[in-house]
């Protein structure tokens, strides 16, 4: 009886200890984020707050031309399960070196890599649902070619009228930050 109360007893301090390293750990990436979000704020060379759309035509218009013209590299996942990537924009395009055809139906997956901040990644969209507003995070993403870059990732709810006012999608803005100087 008491040897099984023992091994309950050292299975809870295990948990605890486990729970314990991963809030602190959280707690860590959110730091190091938060010096390298306010680097990059404070670099005037940087545009690090992007306006983010609400509704699904917003993030990703009908329209080619508006399409092209967003500076802002841009892709929509669902909601649900596995965030399946559902469109993008030329700028996305050209930073990460896919095309819109080939993400279609794919996971975000394909951009992360040894050096992605997976924790922090789940953090933050852990954020994005219980919050429900936009969420800012700092990760290296891989480019088709391997290649790699660090990014400011800002996801956004989208919301659908016809469905209530319920998030259905969400968009994700990334930024190369690579280039950020220390003052």
């Known amino acids: 009886m008491v040897a099984a109360v023992n091994q309950e007893e050292k299975a809870a301090r295990w948990q605890l200890r486990r729970r314990l390293r991963k809030i602190f750990r959280i707690r860590r990436i959110r730091k190091e984020d938060a010096k390298i979000l306010q680097e990059a704020d404070d670099d005037a060379t940087l545009e690090t707050q992007s306006l983010l759309p609400r509704t699904l035509s917003d993030a990703l218009p009908e329209d080619p031309e508006a399409r092209a013209n967003d500076t802002r590299a841009m892709v929509v996942t669902e909601c649900t399960g596995t965030f399946n990537m559902i469109g993008c924009n030329k700028a996305w395009e050209n930073l990460c070196g896919y095309a819109e055809s080939e993400i279609v139906g794919k ?77």
Request: proline letters at 4%.
């Open 107 to 183: 996971d975000s997956s394909i951009l992360q890599g040894p050096e992605s901040n997976n924790v922090g990644l789940r953090d933050a969209v852990q954020r994005l649902f219980e919050e429900e507003k936009p969420v800012r995070c700092v990760t290296t993403n891989y480019r088709k070619d391997g290649s790699k870059f660090t990014n400011l990732l800002t996801l956004g709810p989208i919301y659908d009228a016809t469905k209530g006012g319920k998030m259905t999608h969400v968009v994700a803005i990334l930024k190369d930050i690579g280039k950020v100087s220390s003052k």
